[in-house]
């Protein structure tokens, strides 16, 4: 008889707490959540000159930069969403350094970065309170810096594809407000073929490879 209430009492605290993490979850099939962060991103930062030998003609350094993307996910099922994310990056290059003797004179300015990726999110761990997950991101890629030399405004814009994989973490201390802290590495590659607003270096691509560390707000609607 004991044996026979003992076992009847395990599998109602199982069944019970099961219920509980089912409409408890901070992640859920069918919910909205919106996230805006900010953060560092320290990158690679390589130029290679188009129709030749890639490792005499590259220039290569590391920069660090300042991020601030946007994502909006879906739940497609308890576990998975899908989610897209706009963002950019801020970098501070010498144009002379990486896109040959196109540049005489000009000195550091500001490289933007901008991308617009598709996301396909994996939640490892999800309680009332906390939410993991790791990502994999697809999507489209950009770079451009512009200035004045002398009296020619100049202009690169290149265009391309990145690769992102990485992984969030979020604490709700609402129903529906968190905060949100999140790491990832990346790849993107671009180039200014094709692009008419492009005036210089036209025979330059540009790749960037590193990682973001990211901290911001994240909100569920439903």
């Known amino acids: 008889m004991k044996n026979l209430l003992l076992k009847s009492l395990i599998v109602t605290t199982i069944i019970s707490c099961c219920i509980e993490q089912s409409f408890s979850q901070t992640f859920k099939k069918g919910s909205l959540y919106i996230s805006l ?6 990158a690679t930062f390589t130029t290679i000159k188009n129709n030749t030998n890639r490792y005499k003609n590259q220039n290569i350094i590391d920069l660090g930069g300042e991020r601030d993307p946007l994502i909006i996910e879906y739940g497609i099922t308890s576990k998975t969403g899908i989610s897209i994310t706009m963002g950019n990056d801020i970098f501070t290059i010498n144009p002379q350094n990486h896109y040959g003797n196109t540049f ?4 550091e300015t500001k490289v933007k970065t901008s991308e617009f990726t598709i996301d396909f999110n994996y939640h490892l761990y999800n309680t009332k309170k906390i939410d993991i997950s790791t990502f994999v991101s697809l999507g489209k890629f950009s770079l451009e810096f512009k200035g004045t ?3 020619f405004n100049y202009k690169y814009i290149a ?3 990145i690769m992102r994989l990485g992984g969030r973490t979020k604490y709700y201390f609402s129903k529906r407000m968190g ?3 999140m ?9 200014p073929i094709n692009v008419k607003e492009t005036n210089i270096a036209k025979d330059f691509n540009t790749n960037l490879t590193g990682f973001s560390t990211e901290f911001g707000l994240c909100f569920r609607f439903f």
């Not at 005489?104 to 000195?107: A, L, N």
């Not at 790491?183 to 180039?191: D, E, M, V």
């Open 159 to 161: 265009n391309g594809g």
């Open 183 to 191: 790491l990832s590495t990346f790849s993107g590659n671009c180039s």
């Open 104 to 107: 005489k004179e000009t000195g």
């Open 149 to 151: 030399e002398s009296d």
């Open 179 to 181: 905060v949100m802290a």
């Open 37 to 42: 962060t900010e953060g560092s991103t320290n």
